[in-house]
Structures are given as C-alpha cells and as structure tokens.
C-alpha cells in the first residue's frame, strides 16, 4: 500500500478517486503465523498453513495478518497456536511487524487477533497479550505520530476515509480482536469487555468490523462458488466493514491413527489440499491455468476487498494481482509475439493481449494456455508490448523459452519498471515519427505522432524487409504528448 500512497501523493490525486480500505484489494494470509510451528513437532503438516515468516510476507506484499494466540508452556506468557500445535512467542511476531512498520512508513496493515479456539488462555494471559500489542503500536493516548496504532471512531471512519489521510491522521496499523478473547476476561473485577478494551487499548470486536466467513470445503469449485455469493452480498457502495474472501481448502483426516503411523497414510496437510488450488487443473499437460487463477479471469470486477490465502508462498501471482487492481489503468497498444528471425519473425496478437488486462489495470496472461502450442517449439522468441500508463508510452520484451517458459505474465503500474518496462521517447515537437527496436525481442517498431498529439505503431518484418500496414491508433484527438 506503501507505493500507492505515493503515487498518491506524487500525481495530486484527489476526489473521489483516492484510495480507501473499502475499495482496495489487499492480499492477506490464513493462519498467518504457523510458519513458526516447528516442522519436527508430530502432526506439524496439519498445522502448518504458511512457510513465510511474517516479515517475508510483508516484503511480498501481505497486509492483512490473522494471528491465532493463546497461553505458552505452562500458562506463562503467550504463544501463536494453532489448534494443539503451538509456534512462535507473539512477542516475536510482533517484532516483525512493528520493525516494518517503522522501516517502511506509508504502509497501513490490518490484524486479526484472535483466542484459539479450545487452547487455555487466562485472564492474565490475554491482558499480556493487550499489553504487548500496545507496547508494540503504541496507546490511544499517544499523537499519530508517536504510534503505529490506527485509531477510529467508527467504521465509517476506518474504509471511507482515503488511505492516504488514515495513515497521516489515524494511524497505519489497525487491530481486530475475535469475540472469543473476550470470554471469561476479568481482571481485577473489572470486566474487560468490547467496550472497555476499545476504550483502553483501540481495538475492536472483529464481530461489527469484518465479515469473515470461512468455507470449510475439500472441494476447489464450492470453495470459489461460496467466495462469490460471499463477496456478492457485500458490495462496495453499500458496505461500511472489510470483507474477507478466504480461498482456503480445508485438509482432511479420517481419524485412522494406526494407518497414518504405518505409513498407509490418511492424511492430507494443509500445503497438499490447498496446492489443488495453485496448479493447473488435471488432464491439461501442464498448459492449464490454475484453479485460482480461473476466479479472478472470469471475475475481476467483484468488489473483491481481503484475499487470504494459505501458503501465499505458493500464489505470488495472486498477491501481485491483488496490489495491481489498486494501481492506474494500463492500456496495451501493440503487441508482438516474435522469435528474431525466420520468415514469421512477428505475429500480431494485440487483441488476445488486450483482452487480459484484467479491470483496466493488470495485464494477466498464461502464454502456455493463450498462444499456439507450435511457438513452444521454438528455442526462444518473445512478448514485445507496447502499453500506456498515466499518459506515458512503455515498451518490455519479454522472453518466453521452451526449457524455462513462462506460467503467467503480470504487469501493473506497481511492478512493471522492475519487470524491465522501458519509457519509449518521442522527441519533442507536434508531429514526427521514428523507429526503435527493443532489445532482445526480433522485431523493429514504427511510430507516428500527428498534429491531434495521437500516436500510430506498426512493426516492420526485417526478414522480409516489409512494412506491415496494421498501424493501431491510440486515443485519437485526446492523448496528452508523454514527456
């Protein structure tokens, strides 16, 4: 969220148009802290949901944490669970999150905190655990700018006000507590309740602030049906609450003891029932497009608000997609599909190209499932595009080899300079024309700037030294000149 705040902030945007929690699509984790259960502890695969440790998953682009505590060994202190299986000190997670806060000061990042469920956790355990949260983040009391702390008045607040002003005036980490927490918690006759610990701490009942179904399904199909009435019951204009699609398959056990330690095994972790959902579907010689990946192809334009996923280790692409549907339009002007020589050193394949910009922003494409299956009996050739992003022409080549290929290619505003995009020049003036060849991608490119400050392309076939008369106007009469 970091990088948009600065784009933000960059580009005067204002208005309607900055961002706000509601209409952000944020990547968050499932059982976020369990890379932390040790892979030596027995049953440790059914408990394991993630093999990033926290702060990789912030590096990688997680914001949203779900973090299941109770008490640690012997009542003292507290520790992440999950179920039976416990892992990390919060303390420790904690640390994580409050270092990268500091480090990287425009992002905003949410928490989940709950009590997990049939784990014993005292009075004064959970008190410890309020308390090592406000250690962290700092109290209600403190200036914005002496906490990490988001505080709100009310849920009007937190998804409308726009990113930009919430982390300036409110604070950039906000903390959801579950209802369970607040079971049994009393301290010194004093009952800490909802309102006594917003009041005190700052946090909240995730009950009024977050829809948060989970879908209990082995089956991929039900579980990406269920997150689609899900999301369709919450839509953005209407909602004043975060939503989160949990796109997570349940593991299963059918309670063979003796089989599972026999090696006749009855088990299926966490990582194998949810890597159904990250590869392609069977049958499909590895040409498919993975299970996931089909959702947001066929539904980019729900209001999709959280994301979380187990193993987001396994799903970079959808993390990438998610920050890239919060980033400016891309629009695809040309694109080439070339192998630098022969006598089809060029095809023309803008409209299938095109036609992958998912929401306007996000150029999404499986080149093994969307381009002809005889290109991958080439040695090597190339994706050259030519796009636009805020008034300003790009062009990246990128390489698609039989022995590496490529899965997916992902490109949005946030990643696509450090992907290798390069802003194409155009000199100065009204009217004039010229020729580029990008490096690496086999084919030379024409352009034509008119008097109406539009621009015309057209790729030139050096093998058999033609121009090729398929010129694709852009924005015609309304283009701004990039500088």
């Not at 900055?18 to 890379?35: D, E």
């Not at 006759?189 to 179904?213: A, C, I, M, P």
């Not at 499986?366 to 190339?382: M, N």
Request: charged fraction near 25%; aromatic fraction near 8%.
């Amino acid at each position: 969220m970091g990088d948009l705040v600065q784009r933000e902030t960059k580009h005067g945007v204002s208005g309607s148009s900055r961002a706000t929690l509601k209409r952000l699509v944020i990547p968050g984790s499932h059982n976020s802290a369990t890379h932390s259960i040790r892979e030596t502890t027995v049953f440790s695969a059914m408990g394991r949901c993630q093999d990033l440790s926290i702060r990789e998953q912030l590096l990688a682009g997680i914001r949203f944490f779900d973090l299941r505590i109770a008490s640690g060994p012997n009542g003292k202190g507290v520790n992440i669970y999950h179920g039976r299986l416990m892992g990390a000190p919060f303390e420790e997670i904690l640390n994580d999150i409050s270092g990268f806060c500091k480090e990287f000061p425009t992002e905003f990042i949410i928490l989940l905190v709950a009590a997990e469920y049939g784990r014993p956790f005292s009075p004064g355990g959970k008190a410890i655990s309020l308390g090592m949260l406000r250690s962290h983040l700092g109290s209600v009391d403190d200036e914005v700018e002496d906490r990490l702390l988001c505080k709100v008045r009310s849920r009007h607040d937190l998804v409308n006000t726009p990113l930009q002003d919430l982390i300036k005036e409110k604070g950039r980490v906000f903390v959801l507590l579950r209802s369970l927490i607040f079971d049994d918690f009393v301290i010194n006759g004093v009952k800490h309740d909802e309102k006594y610990v917003r009041t005190e701490y700052g946090f909240f009942d995730s009950t009024q602030w977050l829809r948060n179904k989970f879908h209990n399904t082995m089956n991929s199909l039900e579980l990406l049906e269920s997150n689609l009435r899900e999301i369709r019951r919450h839509k953005a204009n209407k909602r004043r609450y975060l939503v989160n699609n949990q796109f997570i398959l349940t593991p299963s056990f059918d309670g063979d003891i003796c089989g599972l330690l026999s090696g006749a095994s009855t088990l299926q972790p966490v990582k194998l029932a949810n890597w159904k959902l990250y590869q392609p579907p069977r049958g499909s010689h590895g040409t498919g497009v993975p299970v996931i990946h089909e959702i947001f192809l066929e539904h980019p334009e729900e209001d999709w608000n959280v994301i979380s996923l187990d193993f987001v280790s396994l799903a970079p692409s959808i993390v990438d997609l998610c920050i890239g549907f919060n980033f400016h339009p891309l629009e695809i002007q040309l694109a080439l599909l070339g192998n630098g020589g022969g006598r089809r050193s060029a095809e023309d394949v803008t409209e299938l190209v095109q036609a992958k910009v998912l929401r306007g922003t996000c150029l999404f494409l499986h080149p093994l499932h969307e381009f002809d299956p005889w290109d991958y009996r080439l040695p090597q050739f190339a994706l050259t595009i030519v796009y636009k992003i805020s008034e300003t022409m790009f062009s990246i080549v990128i390489p698609l080899t039989k022995d590496e290929f490529t899965p997916v290619i992902l490109l949005h505003e946030q990643n696509h300079l450090l992907a290798g995009g390069e802003e194409i020049s155009f000199g100065e003036g009204t009217r004039g024309n010229g020729s580029m060849m990008p490096r690496d991608s086999g084919v030379t490119l024409t352009w034509q700037k008119t008097e109406q400050m539009s621009f015309r392309f057209a790729y030139v076939d050096d093998d058999e030294n033609e121009d090729v008369e398929r010129m694709k106007a852009i924005d015609k009469e309304s283009a701004v000149t990039p500088q």
